[in-house]
């Protein structure tokens, strides 16, 4: 990339780039993400790609809060990325919609929001750390969403950063599939790129400036960088010609002692068929607050992730002529309310167009198209397929739904995201009545914007009960619900969701309820039966006939009820099926008394049913200074944690255990205490574990006394 065509582009005004948008043709779109373990350097590497895209004028720092991506308060305090932001931005003649997602394994159903419409993405390393734990959850979502990769190793500027190192470890706990095109050049310092495919290094004069180097041929004077590009070259060759026969006979026909003369477009098209395939990851490498390496990474986007006309978006859709859209992301703007991002999958939309959410099985009309860069929008009347686009003016759809142009049998909903269970909550009260209502307008704004969150509603205290994925999930909920939204309310401390399940398939039981309410007496009869299952749900079946759908819809309303609380310690039911083998009705009962009376049959045969209580627990991963080691291990122990590995030497040291979610709490800023910042912590919930007997009395004691956990 030549450098007058660079500060040209830099010295573009950002409303210039975006103009084209609407009208892009869709081999000319990259819809991308940004995927990696938290502090990898994802936000730093967007930053620096729309710095050279000309889309900003200077450089944000995340250590500064200033970038463009993290721009809401709680990101920029905390330095961390908790909303994926879409920023659009034009590179060599294609437009890029490009999401940087959060790392923080709380944050995981927002990462799987936005891969669900994106075509490829780019994995970011940090060089000195290779695979990461998150990077393993990202890379498994990727693969389950069909989404090509490219890697980007980046900080090859840090002390302790290893190219090689970082490679193997991509092969070794992912198997990926790399293909490196592109080695860092390491005198003393990270000094330089050499690019495989084409035969160039840039070497830069000095790494603090980014605009001094400059590109040129490799020779063989090059000496031990040409050796190594000639036996890269050669691999990547025949990685290729593995895959590919042209590949193969220009190698063996005429390029088998010409390894540098080997032209670089069929590498290219090769390259850029396998990744789409699933047959090759290409490397790259840069160090992105330096500055260096990004705009070869973005020429690899283009170069080698496929466009929508290309992709393999697992949001396959039968009808291609009329408009399909998929709402990934709501958001709430300050001035114009619920904005809703949606990928357009087929068709095209305009501002002003009625339009039908087959989810929702609702019309909606579309106020205004906008196309995003982070927190500014700019309003265009009309996005065709391929397109990430924001609307504002929709009152009903939320994460997962799919748009159509009208109600029509031939719609085909997509699939939505899956959610997992949540395993904390607390409780939160309003101060006033009026208080109540902003609670509960603020409430349903954040379930909008984040379908990972679930509310309830205690049956016994009548209290709202706030769920949601993790510690670092709630703290930013609460944090929201009292700065962003100024809502004055009481908020509990932190809990853990402990669940009951049944141990062992039960025999058929018969129950009767009989009652008079208000002189009219009620006889019911049920027989039921209940099965451990495998799945976190609760089924329910009501393969009877002769009853009302009204009163199949009460029974299972009951059953659903009394599965809220098991007869253990009162905590939800999980993995049971229970099946309704009978039922009775003599009396014309009200849907209300039928509900009731199950609830009750239901608990009186849990009562005599053999249940046990699940607590939730957690994969920790800490990599930490090999000094502070002993007092990892040692607080570890204090939490109950079962150590499964100790590795890595020298300096850094990595630390696998497997702890309850309870001891948990809290543990990430004693951590940060106990190693005066040098451990890094990643959590992640792995399942759950039966409580022993002798622990209940413990848990037992410990809910009654209150003891809070924060
Ligand atoms: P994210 O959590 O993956 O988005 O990572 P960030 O972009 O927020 O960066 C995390 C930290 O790493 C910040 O302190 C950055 O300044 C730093 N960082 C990012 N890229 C580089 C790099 O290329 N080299 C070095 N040495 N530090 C970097």
Redesign the pocket.
């Known amino acids: 990339m030549n450098l007058k065509f660079l500060k040209n582009l830099r010295n573009k005004a950002f409303h210039v780039v975006i103009r084209k948008h609407s009208n892009e043709v869709s081999s000319k779109i990259r819809n991308i993400g940004?995927i990696?373990?938290?502090?990898?350097?994802?936000?730093?590497?967007?930053?620096s790609m729309l710095y050279h895209a000309g889309a900003i004028k200077r450089m944000g720092?995340?250590?500064s809060g200033n970038?463009v991506t993290?721009f809401l308060p709680s990101e920029r305090a905390r330095?961390?990325?908790v909303q994926s932001a879409a920023v659009s931005f034009n590179w060599n003649d294609t437009c890029l919609n490009l999401i940087?997602t959060p790392?923080h394994v709380d944050f995981t159903v927002e990462v799987e929001r936005a891969l669900h419409v994106l075509d490829g993405a780019v994995t970011?390393l940090?060089g000195s750390r290779g695979v990461e734990a998150q990077t393993r959850t990202v890379w498994r979502q990727a693969d389950k969403l069909n989404v090509p990769r490219i890697v980007f190793v980046?900080?090859?500027?840090?002390s302790g950063a290893d190219f090689a190192a970082t490679v193997l470890s991509l092969q070794e706990s992912l198997s990926a599939k790399t293909f490196i095109i592109q080695f860092p050049v390491m005198t003393n310092e990270f000094s330089g790129l050499v690019d495989i495919v084409n035969g160039t290094v840039s070497k830069w004069q000095a790494i603090d400036n980014p605009d001094s180097f400059c590109t040129v041929a490799l020779t063989e004077e090059d000496n031990i960088l040409w050796k190594n590009y000639i036996g890269l070259k050669q691999k990547l060759i025949e990685q290729l010609a593995d895959l590919y026969d042209d590949i193969a006979n220009m190698y063996l026909t005429e390029y088998t002692d010409r390894i540098d003369k080997f032209p670089s477009k069929p590498l290219v098209t090769s390259l850029s068929h396998a990744v789409k395939n699933f047959n090759a990851i290409p490397i790259l490498c840069?160090?992105?607050?330096?500055d260096?390496g990004v705009p070869s990474l973005l020429d690899s986007v283009i170069d080698y992730l496929p466009s929508p006309d290309n992709s393999n978006t697992n949001l396959s859709i039968k009808n291609k002529d009329s408009l399909v859209g998929y709402a990934f992301k709501v958001v709430h703007h300050k001035r114009f309310g619920p904005v809703v991002f949606i990928r357009v999958l087929s068709g095209s939309i305009s501002t002003g167009n009625k339009i039908f959410n087959g989810s929702k099985d609702h019309s909606e009309t579309v106020s205004q198209l906008y196309t995003v860069f982070a927190d500014e929008y700019k309003p265009i009347s009309k996005a065709s397929e391929g397109q990430i686009v924001a609307i504002t003016g929709l009152k009903f759809t939320g994460t997962g739904d799919t748009l159509f142009e009208k109600n029509a049998e031939a719609n085909e909903n997509l699939a939505p995201v899956t959610i997992p269970q949540p395993v904390y909550f607390c409780t939160i009260e309003a101060d006033t009545q009026t208080e109540l209502k902003a609670l509960n307008r603020c409430l349903t704004v954040l379930i909008r914007e984040d379908p990972s969150i679930r509310i309830k509603m205690d049956s016994n205290s009548g209290q709202t009960i706030l769920c949601g994925m993790g510690e670092l999930h709630m703290d930013i909920l609460i944090e929201r619900i009292k700065n962003e939204f100024k809502t004055n309310c009481y908020i509990g401390p932190i809990q853990v969701a402990y669940r009951e399940t049944l141990l062992e398939k039960t025999q058929r039981c018969k129950f009767s309820y009989n009652r008079t309410v208000l002189e009219k007496t009620h006889n019911i009869e049920m027989e039921l039966t209940a099965d451990p299952i495998k799945s976190d749900d609760i089924s329910i079946s009501t393969k009877i006939t002769d009853i009302t759908p009204e009163v199949r819809m009460a029974i299972k309303d009951g059953i659903l009820q009394a599965c809220q609380s098991g007869p253990m310690m009162g905590f939800p039911l999980m993995r049971v099926k229970i099946s309704v083998r009978k039922f009775k009705m003599t009396s014309n009962s009200p849907k209300t008394i039928v509900t009731a009376a199950v609830v009750n049959m239901v608990q009186e045969f849990f009562s005599q049913a053999n249940f046990c209580v699940l607590e939730p627990m957690m994969d920790i991963e800490i990599v930490t200074h090999s000094n502070k080691l002993d007092l990892v291990l040692k607080s570890l122990a204090q939490k109950h944690a079962t150590i499964s590995e100790v590795k890595g030497y020298e300096i850094e040291r990595y630390v696998s255990a497997r702890a309850p979610v309870s001891e948990m709490l809290g543990f990430a800023s004693k951590l940060r205490s106990i190693s005066s910042g040098n451990a890094d912590l990643t959590l992640e919930v792995c399942g759950y574990e039966v409580v022993s007997n002798e622990n209940i009395e413990t848990l037992r004691s410990r809910l009654i006394g209150g003891v809070s956990y924060k």
């Open positions: 940004i990696a373990h938290i502090d990898a350097g994802k936000t730093t590497t967007t930053e720092k995340v250590d970038t993290d330095g961390i990325t940087d790392g970011v940090d980046n900080k090859m500027d840090k840069g160090s992105a607050v330096k260096i």
